[in-house]
């Protein structure tokens, strides 16, 4: 009981984080905002007083300019931090076109089923109170067959996903014709997570909704919203292919806030190792509930969701706190039990919720005091967001991100300018990829068919769609190309990758009831399920019994094991074209080739390597984009062979994990590989490559970035504080092989090689 | 060595077969006899005497039994061969066969389509060639072949044909033969049911998307031949099952399951057609024993509850449904009849044949507990 007659204010809480053992390696303090209001819009009576019941008797500044662009026909992409009131953005001039004209028809896009439903409610609030009937309505994979014809017919605002507008409704326009005939907005929420793959698939499957609305006559207007990226007007652009108006200045009211940046003590010096990250992060989220602060703890995967919340309730009963005051909040939480969670957090029954990142888009609940952090989300822009969570317009707030020892979380903790420095990371799109490309005219030449000289988009299709009626997908007659197959081109298409083949996982645990699991891409399934894998599916441990790679199936057992799988994959890469060289950089098409030789068996929690395996898997082969760096001979030749090859895994290895921070891309979405004397160039290379066939920009990213890579990647090196290199700067391997000075004389050449030119 | 998009596409998705790289439009030939009514619009006209065997009365008695199904006058057989069964906007119907009787034949016209370029043309003459307010008979249609025509009148920003009915024959193929037959493709039924075979110039539906592609891009007809016999055959067919069909339902059969089924067709409809479809079939040798147990329960929710009780032991005595047989007549006696010491020992007999084979008591968990509570409360009963 001790804990809660002494409460701390967040001021004081704040400064006892100075006794924990690590360091707060960054303390910034955002100041305070006072509300900025423009003058009402010109919108139907009956929309003013339904804001006025609802307690909306002023509008932001950014609230009416985006209303006032959209209500004339401009298209605006607004980018605002969480809670500032965007949804009004488009909530209004929609309503307002509906009043004024009860035919006018409103497309809402989000990228997830749950958030559709979220956003549903909130435009309800505001037609219950007018007497006109708006009918608004999701329509996604779960609406029922019964209703879906209604949804049609009477919709007014349809809300769906872009992989049910790709699939069910494009295909279908003539049942939505009252929809395309009278499409007057389009909202597109939550833009940058439109970014890589799936960014270039929505721009590809804009082009079609564009050619089916002019084909009913519509034009519509489209409306975007955004968090915190640094070419918010680029992507739109990108992806609506049209000029589009920003709006950036947030003027909803803030108070002060604090961001922390904490980094847990260094327990091996040598090796790198830190405390525990997870049990720092409970540890004051646990102290924060104790001091009556609402709190909020970030993280990554719903698996460390679960830990963190066991870890947090062991705390408060150390606290003699009770331990119900903090509860989960994850994706897979039914509607019902996060609408209670929300209430019980406004009435202050429960004081704390645990989260992944899912959250961060947009949901609703409502203003809490502190965030915390666990481990850098992976960028920027997520990172504010989840920060954005703490704040309310009164009274101050905190947000403290808790480093765990991966390389970029690493790399933040000592170089936080990085962080609060200018958001140097751009989302970005390539909707010219060819396989995207090929797939979305395949799909649009489904819906309608293409006349000779017709567009798509802002491309010309016409060598693609020669292309395809010679392929004998379609015929050309009459200067039109016809869809000739049949087949239903979307079908098989996942938005959310490049290419279409993916293994099903089938779990065969019960011999006689296989049960399909999952699915991993094509390009992934030899470091991830190649035969003895160890692959992890909602907390559960399966291992690989066979990979079926003509039938494209993946069977597998559930086991418990201790430890998990990481391949060996050896890579060749092959440059085939070269786009453009600038100096020793090089961007070009290159073809990689990976087979996985090897697995080792890494326990959990510790790390150790306790085993390996032989795998016996075909060659895959890639077709991608890379961006190179070569090493002047001249200058390498002082090093030696060894030290060479050395410090080559050594700056792959800083690149793999550094890139991600600039080029706003999981760690995944790269292929970092390195040579020794590139058959090619005859000189040591460095590649970065897109790991999606045909790339979607991020080797051109990397090839803008030049020699900002170098810099970062020695400043990380210089930074870390082991001695010859560890699992956090040079990798695991490089740890092993005194990797650091080598990887910094190479740096020190790149460098250098560059300023010389 | 910097390749250029084609190669670069050939590379990504496969290459070309040499031969279709040349691009060529080819002149239509090898059609049936018939006549071009615009260009690329194809119209061939094939005239059937209408056998004696059909009666005008007769053909009337049958649309009044389909009526409540959608038959309607004009009758109009329906069936089009499309580019696929993909469904969505990009599947195109090349062929349509339309049928209708005119004065003392049955009239078969097939609308070709020999380019895509003109699909308008033949959409606005497909609506000439269909007798007016027509009353549809298709196989499928009401999922397939009707929506998919609207679809393309709506593609051409054109109004959809106006019907004054619309008979699906499938459902009804399903509820009358599904059990016997399995597959009620219409290739089954017409093997099956209305004993027809097929000559060998037939093609299997599903290559018919291919040959047609293949006419597109060589224009020879000749290959469609056997396209145009299937399509012709789909109406003569549909003609043939329509009649088979009504008669089935007016109890027209000396196959008592068929008129077992017959019943249950009706019996959302019109449940004393239906008690009188099920007691013909009760009555004919074999008797269908599905219909003496609908009989019985007939029977049962009018208060018969003797000629109940004869109709279900006359099924325990065939060997039908033993348990719940003599569970039925257990409840008669116990609720009805209010004999319980008659209503337990039928249980129990229900019982001794639920452990004659052991392995229902597993598979029907729920019919044996709710079994052991009848007996036991009956045996409160009795004392």
Not at chain 1, 21 to 38: D, L, N, R, V, Y
Not at chain 1, 696 to 724: H, N, T
Request: glycine letters at 6%; hydrophobic letters at 40%; proline letters at 5%.
């Amino acid at each position: 009981m001790e804990a809660l007659m002494h409460k701390k204010n967040l001021t004081a809480f704040l400064k006892t984080l100075q006794l924990l053992p690590g360091e707060i390696t960054a303390c910034k303090t955002m100041p305070a905002q006072e509300a900025e209001f423009g003058p009402w819009p010109q919108i139907n009576p009956q929309l003013t007083n339904a804001l006025k019941e609802l307690g909306i008797k002023e509008l932001y500044l950014h609230q009416t300019k985006a209303i006032d662009m959209a209500l004339a026909k401009k298209n605006v992409v607004v980018v605002t931090p969480t809670a500032s009131g965007k949804t009004l953005c488009y909530n209004i001039p929609v309503i307002h076109s509906i009043l004024e004209n009860h035919s006018s028809r409103a497309l809402y896009i989000f990228p997830t089923k749950a958030l559709s439903q979220d956003q549903l409610a909130e435009i309800n609030a505001i037609t219950n109170k007018i007497d006109m009937p708006i009918s608004t309505c999701t329509y996604d994979g779960d609406t029922p067959p019964n209703i879906r014809t209604k949804v049609r017919a009477a919709g007014h605002v349809v809300v769906t996903n872009p992989d049910m507008l790709h699939i069910g409704i494009l295909p279908h326009h003539t049942k939505w014709i009252k929809l395309f005939e009278n499409l007057r907005y389009v909202v597109i929420d939550e833009l940058h997570t439109y970014k890589g793959v799936f960014g270039s698939h929505m721009s590809n499957v804009i082009r079609r909704l564009k050619r089916v609305c002019s084909f009913y006559g519509s034009n519509p207007t489209f409306i975007l919203c955004s968090a915190t990226i640094s070419n918010p007007a680029e992507l739109a652009e990108g992806l609506i292919e049209n000029h589009v108006e920003l709006i950036t200045n947030n003027s909803a009211p803030r108070a002060e806030k604090h961001v922390l940046i904490y980094n847990p003590p260094l327990i091996n010096k040598n090796l790198g190792i830190r405390a525990s990250s997870l049990a720092a992060t409970a540890d004051i989220a646990a102290q924060a509930i104790a001091n009556g602060i609402s709190t909020i703890v970030f993280t990554r995967s719903r698996l460390n969701v679960e830990l963190l919340l066991t870890y947090i309730r062991e705390n408060l009963k150390r606290l003699r706190v009770d331990e119900n005051l903090v509860s989960g909040y994850r994706g897979g939480y039914l509607p019902k039990e996060r609408r209670k969670i929300e209430k019980d957090l406004k009435s202050g029954k429960i004081l704390g919720v645990v989260s992944t990142n899912a959250l961060e888009l947009g949901i609703d609940i409502g203003s809490l005091s502190l965030a915390v952090i666990h481990g850098y989300p992976g960028s920027i822009s997520s990172a504010w967001q989840q920060i954005g969570r703490a704040g309310r317009r009164s009274g101050h707030s905190a947000a403290i991100l808790v480093a765990s020892s991966a390389p970029l979380d690493q790399f933040i903790a000592t170089k936080p300018n990085y962080f609060f420095g200018g958001s140097p990371e751009l989302a970005r799109i390539n909707p010219n990829n060819l396989y995207i490309y090929v797939d979305h005219v395949k799909c649009s030449a489904f819906e309608l068919p293409f006349a000779q000289d017709e567009s798509f988009g802002i491309t010309n299709p016409e060598e693609v769609l020669e292309y395809l009626s010679q392929y004998e997908v379609l015929h050309f007659a009459g200067s039109r190309y016809f869809w000739q197959s049949d087949s239903f081109p979307a079908q098989n298409m996942s938005l959310r990758s490049a290419t279409n083949e993916n293994y099903v996982i089938i779990d065969v645990t019960e011999g006689h009831k296989p049960r399909v699991i999952g699915e991993v891409d094509r390009p992934s399934a030899p470091m991830l399920i190649h035969p003895e894998a160890i692959y992890f599916h909602d907390g559960k441990s399966y291992q690989v019994i066979e990979l079926d790679t003509k039938g494209m199936r993946c069977y597998v057992k559930s086991v418990s094991v201790d430890y998990y799988t990481d391949a060996d994959l050896a890579t060749h890469l092959k440059v085939l074209d070269i786009f453009t060289e600038k100096g020793n950089w090089g961007l070009g098409e290159v073809l990689l080739t990976f087979r996985p030789t090897v697995y080792k068996k890494i326990k959990l929690m510790t790390h150790e390597n306790v085993g390996y395996g032989h795998i016996h898997m075909d060659e895959d082969e890639m077709h991608t984009t890379a961006c190179w760096i070569k090493l002047e001979k001249k200058f390498t030749d002082i090093l030696g062979e060894e030290r060479l090859s050395t410090g080559l895994l050594g700056i792959s290895h800083l690149f793999r994990a550094i890139a991600p921070l600039f080029l706003m891309c999981d760690r995944g979405d790269i292929r970092v590989h390195s040579m020794v004397r590139d058959p090619m160039f005859s000189a040591p290379t460095i590649y970065i490559a897109d790991n999606v066939p045909g790339g979607v920009g991020l080797a051109d990213g990397a090839f803008a970035l030049k020699e900002k890579l170098i810099d970062a990647a020695f400043e990380a090196i210089e930074s870390c504080p082991c001695s010859d290199g560890c699992p956090a700067c040079t990798g695991a391997f490089g740890a092993t092989m005194n990797a650091k000075g080598p990887t910094m004389a190479l740096l020190e050449i790149l460098r250098s090689q560059e300023d010389l030119k | 060595m910097k390749g250029d998009k084609h190669s670069r596409l050939e590379q990504i998705l496969g290459e070309l077969k040499p031969e279709n790289k040349k691009k060529e439009i080819c002149e239509v030939r090898g059609l049936p006899p018939g006549q071009f009514l615009d260009e690329d619009v194809y119209l061939c006209e094939i005239r059937h005497e209408i056998p004696r065997e059909v009666d005008v009365n007769e053909h009337k008695q049958c649309i009044k039994t389909l009526s409540s199904w959608g038959a309607g006058e004009p009758l109009v057989f329906f069936d089009l061969e499309t580019t696929g069964l993909a469904g969505g906007t990009g599947t195109y119907a090349f062929l349509a066969g339309v049928g209708f009787y005119e004065k003392n034949d049955f009239v078969i016209r097939q609308l070709f389509l020999c380019s895509p370029r003109a699909e308008r043309a033949w959409l606005s003459r497909l609506l000439d060639i269909i007798p007016p307010k027509p009353a549809f008979v298709t196989y499928n249609g009401k999922n397939f072949d009707l929506p998919l025509i609207n679809t393309r009148f709506l593609l051409s920003r054109m109004k959809p044909i106006e019907e004054s009915g619309h008979l699906d024959l499938l459902h009804l193929v399903r509820r009358l033969w599904k059990r016997r037959i399995g597959s009620c493709a219409l290739s089954n039924v017409e093997r099956h049911i209305l004993y027809i075979d097929r000559k060998t110039e037939d093609v299997p539906g599903c290559i018919i998307p291919e040959l047609y592609k293949m006419f597109l891009k060589t224009g020879d007809a000749a290959a469609l031949s056997g396209v145009f016999y299937h399509n012709e055959m789909d109406i003569l067919s549909l003609c043939m099952l329509f009649y088979k069909v009504a008669l089935t339902l007016m109890g027209n059969s000396a196959d008592p399951f068929e008129i077992d089924r017959a019943g249950d067709a009706w019996c959302d409809r019109d449940l004393n057609r239906a008690n009188r479809l099920w007691r013909k079939a009760a009555t004919l040798e074999p008797p269908a024993k599905n219909a003496i147990w609908k009989l019985a329960m007939e029977n049962k929710k009018m208060n018969n509850y003797y000629e109940a009780l004869s109709l279900l032991m006359k099924l325990y005595n065939m060997d039908y449904k033993k348990i719940d047989v003599a569970v039925e007549i257990s409840k008669l006696y116990e609720h009805k009849l209010k004999d319980p010491q008659t209503a337990l020992m039928w249980a129990e007999s229900a019982i001794k044949d639920f452990l004659k084979y052991r392995p229902l008591v597993r598979a029907q968990q729920s019919k044996w507990t709710e079994l052991l509570k009848r007996v036991e409360r009956l045996r409160r009963k009795v004392g």
